[in-house]
Nanobody, 124 residues
Framework: VQLQASGGGLVQTGGSLRLSCAASGLIFNNYVMAWFRQAPGKEREFVSALDRSGVRKNYNDSVKGRFTVSRDNAKNTVYLQMDSLKPEDTAVYYC??????????????????WGQGTQVTVSS
């Protein structure tokens, strides 16, 4: 199984980025997909998750209204559209896959597979 995250970069406060995570080696639409992030010196933090169909979604309150998670099961890809970015959004962003149906799981231990991470830096 491979999860390949991309799309990170350097952006100014208020800017936007779109992260992508391409999955291979698994039956993609059998997995809940999620995004986590980890800033230096901090624990890995849940950002967002969505169910297998992409209809039901779950967001950390800190990103609600600014970030949008989506998936394209035909392309085995999950996306994270990030708008109105803030310096506190600076972190390495990871995509993750869980073989359960629980898209409310915010605990990293509930996810079986992880991407390599992509750096997002928001300058003030």
């Amino acid at each position: 199984v491979q999860l390949q995250a991309s799309g990170g970069g350097l952006v100014q406060t208020g800017g936007s980025l779109r992260l992508s995570c391409a999955a291979s080696g698994l039956i993609f639409n059998n997995y809940v997909m999620a995004w986590f992030r980890q800033a230096p010196g901090k624990e890995r933090e849940f950002v967002s998750a969505l169910d297998r169909s992409g209809v039901r979604k779950n967001y950390n309150d800190s990103v609600k209204g600014r970030f949008t998670v989506s998936r394209d099961n035909a392309k085995n890809t999950v996306y994270l559209q990030m708008d109105s970015l803030k310096p506190e959004d600076t972190a390495v962003y990871y995509c993750a896959a869980s073989p359960t149906t629980n898209f409310y799981n915010r605990n990293p231990t509930g996810y079986s597979y992880w991407g390599q991470g992509t750096q997002v830096t928001v300058s003030s």
